[in-house]
């Protein structure tokens, strides 16, 4: 039986000491304004932030519901994406 060693890289956010990590989000969450900090405490902010968002997008590639193709073919990319690394390593050990 063979034994597949895991290598963990030294490098990133992943990699840190947990109590770091902690650190550093705690700071992110800081520098926004409490008035901003959760959508869920402010539906409006939340529909606001999702409209800007979807302008940003061109009309002919914004809503999925009319172009079923287009849909597929983002969600076949997305899969790709993130699981294509990880089924290709298990493939080959």
Not at 51 to 73: C, D, I, M
């Amino acid at each position: 039986m063979d034994t597949v060693k895991k290598v963990r890289s030294s490098r990133g956010f992943a990699s840190m000491d947990p109590e770091k990590q902690r650190a550093i989000a705690r700071k992110g969450g800081e520098s926004v304004p409490h008035e901003k900090r959760s959508f869920s405490q402010n539906p409006e902010l939340a529909a606001q932030a999702g409209r800007k968002g979807g302008q940003s997008v061109s009309p002919t590639k914004r809503s999925f519901s009319q172009n079923h193709t287009l849909a597929s073919e983002a969600g076949r990319k997305g899969g790709h994406a993130s699981h294509g690394v990880a089924r290709k390593a298990v493939e080959e050990a």
